[in-house]
């Protein structure tokens, strides 16, 4: 899930880690695996590949999750399942805007889960397009924030590598970059000595709609609805909590 506020993004991401590690687990085993059918099966060669094995390991998937998914992507052992990407759009409360990105390999299946999670949660299917405007790709590097490492520190470090701006996230730095870019980016984060948590090209919103309690709860709910659909693999918004909203929900 991308495009919330700071204290949505922090929620979001420790509900993922914590109520919803099973799909989670699920969700980055199948980018290694396609990323490897795609661009081949050596992380060495193939950047998505190497990033996306190291979002798995930094979440604590199982190594031997990673290998069955590295030999599937070689075409190894057990038949691999194929998958195709689909995209969504959609509108939640308050007409913030989603892209729903989806890896599946029963497209009926998947555009029937995502309507009926959307129309049972307040939203609605979206003609193609007609969202999808809104947002631009974008790579995205997050770092971790740590004692005596400032936004400045990060920016200079990855400046000439193509970084076009870095962002306070809360727990986190969040570098914006031109696709292209983001593994030049995070390497040189890694040449300065800094790790990273996650690197990958995300559809980053240009615009975001502001909400009140209300509006920020329905969105919420119909995104945690979507992310309990199997074939999704991506919620992108373009939700924006303001700080005396965030307060309020802090309260509940």
Same mark, same amino acid.
């Given at each position: 899930? $991308? ?5 949505? #993004? ?5 509900? @993922?880690?914590? /109520? ?13 695996? *396609?990323?490897?059918? =795609?661009?081949?099966?050596?992380? @060495?060669?193939?950047? #998505?590949?190497?990033? @996306? ?39 939640? @409360? ?9 890896? #599946?390999? !029963? ?11 959307? =129309?049972?949660?307040?939203? $609605? ?17 997050? +770092?971790?924030?740590?004692?005596? +490492? #400032? ?9 000439? /590598?193509?970084?076009?701006? *870095?962002?306070?996230?809360?727990? =986190? ?30 559809? +980053?919103? =240009? ?27 991506? *919620?992108?918004? !373009? ?14």
């Amino acid at each position: 899930m $991308s495009g919330h506020s700071k204290w949505a #993004t922090t929620k979001h991401k420790k509900a @993922a880690l914590d /109520a919803k590690r099973g799909k989670l687990f699920a969700r980055l085993v199948k980018n290694i695996e *396609v990323a490897g059918r =795609t661009g081949g099966p050596d992380p @060495a060669g193939n950047p #998505t590949l190497f990033d @996306a094995v190291q979002k798995a390991k930094k979440n604590s998937v199982p190594a031997d999750n990673i290998e069955r998914a590295l030999k599937r992507a070689a075409g190894e052992g057990e038949d691999g399942v194929q998958y195709e990407s689909i995209m969504y759009e959609g509108y939640a @409360a308050g007409g913030v805007a989603l892209l729903i990105e989806c890896l #599946t390999d !029963n497209r009926n299946r998947a555009a029937s889960d995502v309507r009926v999670a959307l =129309t049972r949660n307040g939203g $609605s299917l979206a003609d193609p397009g007609s969202v999808s405007y809104m947002f631009h790709r974008k790579g995205v590097v997050e +770092v971790a924030k740590t004692d005596g +490492v #400032t936004e400045d520190d990060i920016l200079m470090a990855v400046l000439d /590598a193509g970084a076009e701006e *870095v962002n306070d996230e809360g727990e =986190t730095y969040e570098i914006l970059s031109d696709p292209k870019d983001v593994v030049a980016v995070r390497s040189a984060l890694q040449e300065n000595g800094y790790d990273y948590d996650s690197a990958e090209v995300q559809f +980053v919103p =240009t615009m975001k709609v502001s909400v009140d309690k209300d509006g920020a709860q329905k969105v919420l709910k119909l995104i945690d609805a979507l992310e309990e659909v199997d074939d999704i693999q991506n *919620v992108f918004s !373009n939700l924006d909590i303001p700080d005396e909203v965030a307060a309020q929900l802090d309260e509940d």
